[in-house]
């Protein structure tokens, strides 16, 4: 038998070997890390439905007060909310991005049982009534998916998807999860009432995240206490229709539930207009995007990762 | 059976209320539930689960939406019309419910003109998507926005006279806007739909014209409350008087009713019965064509 030639052949099996084993532990390592990350989606969507299953209702049914006062009212939430922020990177043409994006944002939606429940990151709390709505509201908001756009450039040369074509992408792109609904369909109307934020464009190689905010509670007081608290800690006027001017930052930068935010920034309505033009402005108005006071509907928005994770729970929200 | 002492007391105590209830008087029983009434009036109200909210498709009134059908078909009609430099006529909108805003923005993306409707469900402070749709290859423009469009459409097409007797040699006569023009209702006064440009919201009464320069922009009319007569002296938007009073010789009604070619399409609606006043040419002097 021919030495050489029998090394040889043992070496290009050893070799094959090598290389086999590799390519299946890449595939088997990235269908452990998606089924990781599906895990992490139903534990989380259950966990929503578990918590809202079992809330501890103290006195918060308008129908049934009577004329006494009630000495205490909350609410007691024995579930936690077993919800970790999803860390992913995405890659692909402009299309292909977009579609990602969105897919996350409906998928954010549905891990938050499509916005059936208000207040669902809101911690148990039993206050002394005489003084629930001095309390401040305290409805945080969660970061779904941090989200890195793995590519150098788009394609077109194009630098960035600009937030009206994104949300435009959303409202005329069918979700395949849900017949005949589009991205935003699916979000403003299935389930409970929902809303979009876009407060940036994407760019290539930039990180974002996708949060999900849950809606407060309607609380109409009948009490002078009740307005009162409800006055000092609202803001003056809903930020239902905000923008901001293109000099600053490119273009449409901030946009919610179907409008834009670019231009002027329009404060409860038409009467009272502020013009975005330096960066605390800015902070103004990303501020009330995240601000808990006055949200009426579940909104799922779209950041930068830094402003998200800023503002919203992040990782493990179980740890909190 | 064993009597133990937990089953004496027991019976005692039944036997107790028993005789209270029998011999205790007649409203000792009306007493006893009134007591117990109270007791209960005083426990907290409980119950399990949170209220399962429901949505559904935000919409707008029906006569917004007709409105709103009629607005894109005749912008739709006007970019795939040859003709330029001519003016439409159509219904316009009526009042616009509070909660209701039209948004209009040009984006590259989709190589035209996007439109949106959006309404407040309830209460609500924030804004749901009702539709939206492209008119192709459309720029949005207003005869607004600086003195220089005002004045330039004035003086090129409602009364060219005056700019010859004013020097007045300026052709821009309309104003491209590159950011999104809202269209919604006021209610700071008096109930009206605005027009908000960019530069804050102005007074809407041009609503049932759009006027079309060349083969790509099409753009609106925001108005100021006039002095009773046609002009262009506020860099806001053209006097209302130019867009609605049909017996105003430089107003955009009357030259139109008198030269139906400067219509793209369409024939001329009257609101009111136009009355050329005596000692004046009803003729319109001849339109110059402009541009930005």
Redesign the interface.
């Known amino acids: 038998m021919n030495t050489k030639s029998f090394a040889m052949g043992q070496l290009v099996i050893i070799i094959l070997t090598v290389v086999s084993f590799m390519l299946i532990a890449t595939v088997v390592s990235r269908a452990f890390s998606n089924k990781d990350d599906a895990a992490a989606e139903a534990l989380c969507q259950e966990s929503i439905a578990w918590r809202?299953?079992?809330?501890?209702?103290?006195?918060?049914?308008e129908k049934?007060?009577?004329l006494?006062i009630?000495?205490?009212?909350g609410k007691l939430k024995p579930i936690p909310t077993l919800c970790k922020t999803i860390d992913k990177k995405i890659d692909g043409d402009q299309r292909k991005i977009k579609e990602q994006l969105a897919n996350q944002m409906a998928r954010c939606w549905w891990m938050f049982n499509e916005?059936?429940?208000?207040e669902?990151l809101h911690g148990s709390k039993v206050v002394p009534a005489l003084i629930s709505n001095l309390d401040e509201a305290n409805n945080e908001c969660f970061v779904c998916y941090a989200t890195i756009i793995n590519e150098d450039k788009f394609d077109d040369k194009k630098e960035s998807?600009?937030s009206?074509?994104f949300l435009?992408y959303l409202?005329?792109t069918n979700y395949t999860k849900v017949p005949d609904k589009t991205y935003?369909?699916y979000i403003?109307?299935?389930?409970?009432?929902?809303?979009v934020q876009i407060l940036t464009n994407i760019e290539p190689r930039h990180a974002y995240g996708i949060t999900f905010m849950a809606?407060n509670i309607d609380n109409v007081e009948s009490t002078w206490l009740g307005w009162f608290g409800k006055t000092i800690s609202g803001t003056a006027?809903?930020?239902?229709?905000v923008?901001a001017a293109?000099t600053a930052l490119s273009a449409?930068t901030l946009a919610?539930?179907?409008?834009?935010l670019?231009?002027?920034a329009?404060l409860?309505?038409?009467?009272a207009?502020i013009t975005y033009s330096a960066a605390s402005d800015l902070e103004v108005l990303v501020n009330r995007a995240y601000s808990s006071t006055?949200?009426?509907?579940s909104?799922v928005s779209i950041d930068t990762l830094d402003r998200a994770q800023a503002h919203c729970f992040k990782k493990d929200i179980a740890e909190k | 059976m064993t009597l133990t002492v937990e089953k004496i007391i027991g019976y005692t105590i039944a036997i107790v209320v028993l005789l209270f209830l029998v011999f205790g008087g007649g409203d000792a029983f009306a007493n006893t539930k009134n007591a117990a009434n109270k007791i209960i009036s005083w426990l907290p109200d409980l119950s399990f689960g949170q209220k399962n909210l429901t949505a559904s498709k935000p919409t707008v009134p029906e006569t917004q939406q007709v409105e709103i059908n009629k607005f894109k078909e005749t912008l739709q009609k006007l970019m795939t019309s040859d003709k330029e430099n001519c003016f439409v006529q159509f219904d316009g909108f009526s009042e616009l419910p509070e909660s209701v805003q039209l948004k209009l923005y040009h984006d590259d993306a989709v190589g035209g003109t996007v439109l949106t409707v959006s309404n407040k469900p309830g209460e609500s402070t924030h804004e749901q998507m009702v539709s939206t749709f492209v008119i192709d290859k459309m720029y949005p423009c207003v005869i607004g926005g600086g003195s220089v469009y005002t004045q330039g459409f004035y003086h090129n097409y409602l009364d060219p006279g005056d700019s010859k007797e004013n020097n007045w040699n300026g052709n821009q006569v309309f104003n491209a806007i590159t950011q999104p023009i809202l269209f919604n209702l006021d209610t700071t006064l008096v109930n009206e739909n605005v027009i908000n440009y960019g530069a804050g919201s102005v007074d809407f009464h041009g609503d049932h014209w759009l006027y079309k320069p060349d083969k790509t922009h099409i753009c609106f009319f925001p108005t100021v409350n006039g002095n009773w007569a046609c002009d262009g002296d506020s860099p806001e938007g053209l006097d209302d008087d130019c867009l609605t009073d049909e017996t105003e010789t430089t107003s955009l009604p009357y030259r139109v009713q008198h030269d139906s070619s400067l219509l793209c399409f369409g024939e001329f609606k009257s609101t009111a019965k136009a009355q050329p006043q005596s000692g004046q040419d009803a003729s319109p002097t001849g339109i110059k064509k402009g541009t930005t």
């Open positions: 809202a299953a079992t809330v501890l209702n103290i006195n918060t049914d049934s007060k009577n006494d009630d000495v205490v009212k916005g059936r429940y208000d669902i998807i600009k009206e074509e435009n409202a005329t935003l369909d403003q109307s299935f389930g409970g009432p929902g809303g809606k006027g809903g930020a239902a229709t923008w293109g449409c919610t539930a179907g409008v834009c670019l231009g002027v329009v409860g309505g038409t009467t207009v006055e949200r009426d509907i909104i």
